[in-house]
């Protein structure tokens, strides 16, 4: 059997509705993030609210999750109750004041940006182990090529050209994200 | 770039050495992306040395803001004679030498990649762009002899020593192609 990380987002969906605890726990662990992200920078939530929300977001997912109309929408379905759980939370006062017309400005250009910045991840991790590690040492970590070259035992002249291989395969990739999702090993 | 000018060559301490060396090798990573942009018919990996190119150039601005600010505190510490000041500040005026440095060197070696992979036609620029990070690791290298005077031994000399040879090696390979 797959390991859970590495299943898409409609064989998890499809487990937890066989009521996998296990696959509970890694679409929590898969979209914690991003729900906390939608909450905080693009509703500008405070972490106490942002923390309610993620709280009811979860709760409302495993009560409804047979709603869910087809199995590889569920981010879109997770950022939409968010987004709803959000507003609700802004117009109840609740510990934050913020206007929720003011709320709006800017949310779905920071939405845009973290299902982009979500789907990069995704990407990342169904990549091999040496782009992976190559490409977040580079961007992530800021490491310089020789940096590079000393930890991986390569030479530092070819650093740059295996940088190069492994974004055209994250491209490659992210190109793919409108055909069925699959984990790839290169 | 005529702003940076302008306040370069203004009566204020800074900015210095330190933006010119940035500015420099910004320059060498900007003439990277135009032959990796100008490539991509030829080169189908072009677009993997445009973001790391425009990742090094944002890795370089920070530290020009970097050097420049901690190269005025390590002035005003020397000036005050403050101890304490000046072993903390001297040191990291260093530090922040040594990144540019270390930066430059790899937009060198990032040419020589664009080198071989581009559309010949900007083998030149690529080369000048190796021969302008080389110059910026060579400040870079400068700026830390400078800021360890008093301690000649300091592995960040020997570093700086090893990136500036790297840069130069890379720039006088991609010369010796044309």
């Given at each position: 059997m797959a390991a859970l990380s590495s299943i898409t987002d409609a064989g998890l969906v499809a487990r937890c509705r066989s009521g996998d605890d296990d696959a509970w726990e890694e679409l929590v662990r898969r979209f914690s993030r991003y729900v906390l992200a939608i909450a905080?920078?693009?509703?500008?939530?405070s972490p106490a609210d942002a923390e309610d929300v993620f709280q009811d977001v979860f709760a409302k997912t495993y009560e409804?999750?047979?709603?869910?109309?087809?199995?590889?929408a569920v981010r879109p379905w997770i950022a939409q109750l968010t987004r709803r759980l959000c507003i609700d939370r802004i117009r109840a006062g609740a510990r934050e004041t913020v206007d929720p017309d003011a709320a709006h400005a800017g949310v779905d250009d920071t939405l845009d940006e973290l299902d982009e910045a979500l789907s990069v991840q995704e990407a990342l991790e169904s990549m091999s182990e040496p782009c992976r590690d190559i490409l977040d040492r580079f961007?992530?970590?800021?490491?310089?090529y020789a940096a590079i070259g000393a930890a991986l035992g390569l030479?530092?002249?070819?650093i740059a050209s295996r940088i190069s291989r492994c974004l055209g395969k994250l491209r490659d990739l992210l190109m793919e994200e409108n055909a069925p999702l699959t984990r790839h090993e290169e | 770039m005529d702003h940076l000018l302008d306040r370069v060559r203004?009566?204020?301490?800074?900015?210095a050495a330190g933006s010119a060396g940035t500015a420099t090798a910004a320059l060498a990573t900007a003439l990277v992306m135009k032959a990796a942009r100008r490539s991509r018919a030829v080169w189908p990996e072009a677009g993997g040395a445009i973001a790391q190119a425009a990742a090094l150039e944002t890795r370089l601005w920070a530290a020009g803001d970097e050097l420049e600010r901690t190269y005025r505190r390590a002035v005003e510490a020397l000036e005050s004679g403050d101890q304490e000041a000046i072993g903390e500040f001297v040191p990291a005026a260093a530090d922040a030498s040594l990144e540019l440095a270390r930066i430059a060197a790899d937009v060198a070696e990032l040419a020589v990649d664009a080198a071989h992979h581009?559309?010949?036609?900007h083998h030149a620029d690529v080369t000048v762009a190796a021969i302008l990070a080389t110059a910026a690791s060579r400040t870079g290298a400068q700026l830390v002899a400078v800021n360890l005077l008093s301690r000649p031994d300091d592995a960040r000399s020997s570093e700086a020593r090893l990136l500036v040879e790297r840069a130069q090696a890379a720039a006088e390979m991609l010369a010796s192609e044309r």
């Amino acid at each position: 059997m797959a390991a859970l990380s590495s299943i898409t987002d409609a064989g998890l969906v499809a487990r937890c509705r066989s009521g996998d605890d296990d696959a509970w726990e890694e679409l929590v662990r898969r979209f914690s993030r991003y729900v906390l992200a939608i909450a905080q920078q693009a509703y500008r939530l405070s972490p106490a609210d942002a923390e309610d929300v993620f709280q009811d977001v979860f709760a409302k997912t495993y009560e409804r999750l047979g709603d869910l109309r087809s199995d590889d929408a569920v981010r879109p379905w997770i950022a939409q109750l968010t987004r709803r759980l959000c507003i609700d939370r802004i117009r109840a006062g609740a510990r934050e004041t913020v206007d929720p017309d003011a709320a709006h400005a800017g949310v779905d250009d920071t939405l845009d940006e973290l299902d982009e910045a979500l789907s990069v991840q995704e990407a990342l991790e169904s990549m091999s182990e040496p782009c992976r590690d190559i490409l977040d040492r580079f961007f992530r970590r800021d490491e310089s090529y020789a940096a590079i070259g000393a930890a991986l035992g390569l030479p530092s002249g070819t650093i740059a050209s295996r940088i190069s291989r492994c974004l055209g395969k994250l491209r490659d990739l992210l190109m793919e994200e409108n055909a069925p999702l699959t984990r790839h090993e290169e | 770039m005529d702003h940076l000018l302008d306040r370069v060559r203004s009566d204020e301490r800074s900015p210095a050495a330190g933006s010119a060396g940035t500015a420099t090798a910004a320059l060498a990573t900007a003439l990277v992306m135009k032959a990796a942009r100008r490539s991509r018919a030829v080169w189908p990996e072009a677009g993997g040395a445009i973001a790391q190119a425009a990742a090094l150039e944002t890795r370089l601005w920070a530290a020009g803001d970097e050097l420049e600010r901690t190269y005025r505190r390590a002035v005003e510490a020397l000036e005050s004679g403050d101890q304490e000041a000046i072993g903390e500040f001297v040191p990291a005026a260093a530090d922040a030498s040594l990144e540019l440095a270390r930066i430059a060197a790899d937009v060198a070696e990032l040419a020589v990649d664009a080198a071989h992979h581009c559309d010949q036609a900007h083998h030149a620029d690529v080369t000048v762009a190796a021969i302008l990070a080389t110059a910026a690791s060579r400040t870079g290298a400068q700026l830390v002899a400078v800021n360890l005077l008093s301690r000649p031994d300091d592995a960040r000399s020997s570093e700086a020593r090893l990136l500036v040879e790297r840069a130069q090696a890379a720039a006088e390979m991609l010369a010796s192609e044309r």
